[in-house]
């Protein structure tokens, strides 16, 4: 069975002291699709139990797998064995995946042991995958001539538009859309802020928003089988 690593943030609150953590539909749906076909690990910069974004939680409410993920034992026990990033070696997984929420902005982007880790995944060939602000934790990663991995690479992440539309540039370091574009990544977004889009170059893959996360899912699956 292929095994990929779920990556959340250890980060609980923005820039500007707000509630944040990693965002509940990023991590439910993907989890679902792939589970039953997948073995699943869950790490993060801290380890066990990364917390949840609250607001995320109460918005998804009424999402049936948003709900079972909260309640599900086997989830439960995978968050409380949560692996810290600097025990977790790239040889161990076929892929890895960053779900989103905007603490992957604050801690992932800067932590020289993720920035060490991914970078690793993309080397060697394998799927490297984030959704949402998960392409956060990839800005610093490099390929083997030491570029990083978006330049010449399409790729999608959260739109400054929509960022706008929740009103968080303020709590975020930078903008998705604006670092991708400056680390010469060409960024591709759906043509309605909310719409799902999905981006596969190469073993780079990238999911826009909430609704990428399914997709994004499927397209993970796709390739590991």
Not at 114 to 126: D, M, V, W
Request: one cysteine or more; hydrophobic letters at 40%.
């Amino acid at each position: 069975m292929p095994s990929i690593l779920f990556v959340f943030t250890s980060v609980s609150a923005t820039l500007t002291g707000a509630n944040t953590g990693w965002y509940l539909p990023e991590a439910a749906h993907p989890y679902y699709i792939l589970a039953p076909h997948v073995s699943i690990d869950f790490a993060s910069p801290a380890g066990p139990n990364p917390p949840v974004d609250e607001g995320s939680v109460k918005m998804f409410a009424s999402d049936e797998e948003c709900t079972k993920f909260l309640a599900d034992e086997t989830v439960k026990s995978k968050f409380a064995a949560a692996k810290k990033l600097s025990d977790v070696s790239a040889k161990d997984y076929d892929a890895i995946f960053y779900v989103g929420g905007h603490g992957p902005v604050i801690d992932l982007a800067v932590d020289p042991v993720n920035i060490k880790l991914a970078s690793e995944f993309y080397q060697a060939g394998k799927i490297t995958s984030a959704v949402c602000h998960g392409p956060a934790a990839l800005v610093g990663a490099i390929d083997a001539q030491g570029k990083s991995i978006f330049a010449g690479k399409s790729a999608t992440g959260f739109s400054n538009a929509e960022e706008t539309a929740v009103g968080k540039l303020k709590d975020v370091p930078f903008l998705l859309e604006d670092k991708i574009t400056s680390l010469g990544g060409k960024y591709e977004k759906a043509t309605e802020p909310w719409a799902a889009k999905v981006v596969i170059d190469g073993n780079l893959y990238t999911g826009q928003n909430p609704a990428s996360a399914g997709p994004i899912g499927h397209a993970i699956l796709k390739a590991l089988k």
